[in-house]
């Protein structure tokens, strides 16, 4: 199970329990890996299509049969050595083995012991004994040479099965994905918390500066009332930041399916920002990498399957068929089944049978139905691909945007701060007015806010790259 977290990440990490003092993205990612119930639904589909694929090998499993019978006849002398009312009365076992070869063989070897004691026959003193025993061999000429037909019936059902297995995969891959959207998610909106919380501690301060001010008669009432009125409006804005930042925490309970209940106050998450270029060494993506890519081609491979085991069904039958083996007749059993093993009476045979479909026109039609099926098939896959590829280099391109974005708005943010702090000692030299220090406090507001959303939006880009590079 833990394996499955590289398929996001790109390694395997140990399983740590979900405490107050922190909860990093690798521990998050680990609770859900173990404790989704749609990922558990998943690992449990992909055991069941592995453990399928041997019921596709079964074909060319040995297989055993064995027969019992008895008859107990009474005869009605027409047309028969026995006259009316005679019984016969037979007894009749048998044990047969066979095998059906990758290579479009079949062998059987069958041993049969047959009892018979018919009244009313002078020659026959009592009962008497037929045991027999055959080696067959059956090999097809044509229509399954060198066994195409069943090993592609064995391919396409295996292929058929990977590509379920590959479409749980990726729903796995991106349930991770949207754990991890929801994990940044969180963060952000703590970010965002922060952000309003300090944001409302630097216009407390203003509206405090304010207040004395105004008791000394230095500032109109106006100055006053906007201080309060803009304080007044960031604590509505901490109310909602903070309600969002519930609800995000509530998701992240969710994707562990733990009971919601509050936020640990000192609860501690990996930082939203990031120093390196995440597209620096960004190599082109692996299709082997992307199941749900992987999924198609399976299918794809299942069609070509599909088509050869269909045409070579719909071929002409051909087959040489050959047998070995010694039948004995006699009073004893043991005699008759000594003789029966020492081919004192041996028998053998050699044949060719022939099987020949009449209506060609809806043969080659299925035929070329097939052909088309694999063809279409392969399109898919190959336009899948080129769509994905599209939507890799989209992605790139969005992140290098957003990268480039990140270091402006950085500057900003510091520009703004190095602005506010230089207003605020003007204005408490009274050199500058409550409306142009509340004005610089928002800039820096709003400056620290769109830089948190650029960090968010890189987190979001960088989760959807880690469906086509799981290592980033």
């Given at each position: ?275 390196f270029d995440p597209v620096q060494d960004l190599n082109e993506w692996d299709r082997t ?184």
């Open positions: 199970m833990r394996l499955l977290i590289s398929l996001v990440l790109g390694g395997s990490f140990l399983l740590l329990p979900l405490h107050a003092e922190g909860l990093s993205l690798k521990e998050f990612l680990n609770q859900v890996s173990e404790s989704n119930r749609e990922i558990q639904i998943s690992m449990q589909k992909i055991q069941a299509y592995q453990q399928k694929k041997s019921r596709a090998e079964l074909v060319f499993a040995p297989s055993a049969e064995a027969s019992l019978d008895y008859s107990d006849k009474k005869e009605t002398g027409f047309l028969s050595f026995q006259s009316a009312g005679d019984k016969s009365k037979s007894f009749v076992s048998g044990l047969e083995l066979k095998k059906e070869w990758a290579s479009g063989t079949t062998t059987s070897m069958s041993h049969q012991f047959q009892r018979y004691d018919l009244q009313g026959l002078s020659i026959l003193k009592g009962a008497f004994w037929e045991n027999t025993l055959e080696l067959k061999i059956q090999q097809d000429l044509w229509k399954n040479f060198g066994g195409r037909e069943k090993r592609a019936e064995v391919r396409q059902a295996h292929f058929q099965l990977d590509s379920l297995v590959e479409t749980e995969k990726f729903k796995i891959q991106k349930k991770l994905a949207e754990a991890e959207d929801a994990y940044w998610n969180f963060v952000f909106s703590r970010a965002m918390t922060t952000s309003v919380r300090n944001s409302l501690r630097r216009t407390t301060a203003i509206l405090k500066w304010n207040q004395k001010r105004y008791r000394l008669k230095l500032i109109d009432q106006g100055d006053l009332l906007q201080s309060q009125a803009k304080v007044m409006e960031i604590k509505q804005s901490l109310e909602t930041t903070k309600t969002k930042e519930l609800a995000a925490w509530r998701q992240l309970q969710y994707f562990i399916s733990k009971t919601f209940g509050p936020i640990p106050a000192d609860l501690k998450v990996d930082s939203l920002s990031f120093s990498k992307r199941h749900d890519l992987q999924a198609l081609k399976d299918l794809s491979k299942a069609a070509k399957a599909d088509q050869i085991a269909t045409s070579s069904s719909l071929d002409p039958a051909v087959s040489l068929v050959a047998s070995y083996g010694g039948d004995s007749l006699d009073s004893s059993f043991s005699t008759a089944e000594r003789q029966s093993f020492d081919h004192s009476f041996r028998k053998y045979a050699i044949g060719l049978n022939l099987s020949l479909p009449l209506d060609f026109g809806k043969v080659n039609n299925v035929k070329a139905s097939k052909e088309k099926e694999a063809e279409a098939k392969e399109m898919e896959y190959q336009q899948a691909a080129y769509q994905l590829n599209r939507e890799f280099l989209d992605l790139k391109d969005q992140l290098k945007e957003v990268y480039r974005n990140i270091q402006t708005a950085k500057l900003l943010q510091k520009t703004e701060k190095k602005k506010l702090n230089h207003e605020e000692k003007r204005f408490r030299q009274g050199r500058s007015t409550s409306f142009q220090i509340l004005t610089f406090e928002e800039d820096l507001a709003r400056a620290e806010i769109d830089l948190l959303r650029k960090y968010s939006r890189a987190r979001s880009l960088l989760t959807q790259l880690r469906l086509f590079i799981p290592k980033i």
